[in-house]
């Protein structure tokens, strides 16, 4: 089946780095990724859309400068927490999508700690 | 707000037991999906319904539509303890867009 890989897993690292995260499809050209962030026990929250070649779309409440979103491929999307604090720390997760009306395809997310 | 509401939030049973989760959701949909969840891991995708679907089978999962309630249901059949997961539903409206349910906790005891 088709796969995503995210990486890295899991960073840990103090208050005011920057943390980019990585998300490919590894056999398949995506026409949109996802960015979503879990908390312990709860429900995937959708932050944003991310179209190839175009600007992401970001839901309400997510803040753009705090969470930048590339898509430079078709291939390859990558979420940069800017600066982050220790309210950032989560569980990120992203996913890609052939064309609508099909499953998306999720990484194995990336365990953000931020001390 | 989400789209969908899960039930049970959590369902503990024994191997071998059938384990039936259900799915509302409160707007027009394209399809529902059903993804499972590993403690720490991504999504799995499970099952996907049209909307002009109204049951479809994966090997030991059963997956029902009911557009006129706008809910589903998802079915595991003899379950066993590798089952155990959390398990969500996610509606599609438009441009590939989800919006995932709750979640339920499934727990299969051996």
């Known amino acids: 089946g088709a796969v995503v890989s995210q990486h890295p897993s899991r960073v840990i690292c103090k208050s005011g780095t920057s943390v980019k995260i990585e998300c490919r499809s590894l056999d398949f050209q995506a026409t949109t990724m996802f960015w979503y962030r879990q908390f312990p026990k709860q429900s995937l929250m959708l932050m944003a859309t991310s179209n190839e070649g175009s600007k992401a779309t970001y839901e309400q409440g997510v803040e753009k400068d705090k969470f930048l979103i590339n898509h430079a491929s078709l291939t390859l999307s990558t979420l940069t927490v800017a600066s982050a604090h220790p309210e950032d720390s989560s569980f990120y997760i992203c996913?890609?999508?052939?064309?609508?009306?099909?499953?998306?395809?999720f990484g194995d997310g990336t365990r953000l700690s931020i001390l | 707000s989400q789209q969908g509401e899960e039930d049970p939030q959590a369902l503990s049973i024994q191997e071998g037991e059938n384990a039936t989760m259900n799915c509302s959701y409160k707007?027009?949909?394209?399809?529902l999906q059903w993804y499972r969840q590993n403690s720490g891991r991504g999504l799995v995708h499970l099952i996907l319904?049209?909307?002009?679907?109204r049951e479809k089978h994966s090997g030991r999962l059963r997956v029902t539509l009911d557009t006129s309630k706008k809910s589903s249901s998802l079915l595991i059949t003899a379950s066993r303890a590798a089952d155990t997961a959390s398990y969500f539903c996610?509606?599609?409206?438009?441009?590939?867009?989800?919006?995932f349910g709750e979640g339920t906790q499934l727990t299969v005891n051996p």
């Open positions: 319904i049209r909307s002009n679907e």
């Open positions: 996610a509606t599609e409206t438009s441009g590939s867009r989800l919006t």
């Open positions: 707007t027009s949909i394209n399809n």
């Open positions: 996913s890609a999508v052939r064309e609508a009306n099909q499953p998306q395809h």
